[in-house]
């Protein structure tokens, strides 16, 4: 956003924060606020929606970087 990009925000189900801290809820809340785009994978968690919304996000990029941290 502060690059003057548009956020597209890929949600694999409703309750993704319901075991975040309160802090952090708000800033996934503000970062969906100004999405330009939001898709929804599912109305309640299971792991196939993960898998969906994983596909949806590279089916929808035009480049994907990856990085692999052994560290981490």
């Known amino acids: 956003l502060d690059a003057g990009m548009e956020l597209w925000a890929y949600l694999p189900c409703p309750q ?26 599912g109305d309640r968690y299971a792991v196939g929606y993960l898998h969906a919304r994983n596909d949806g996000m590279l089916t929808d990029s035009s480049a994907v970087v990856a990085v692999h941290r052994p560290a981490k």
């Open 16 to 41: 993704q924060p319901q075991r975040w801290h309160p802090a952090d809820i708000a800033v996934w809340q503000r970062l969906l606020d100004q999405a330009a785009r939001v898709r929804h994978f």
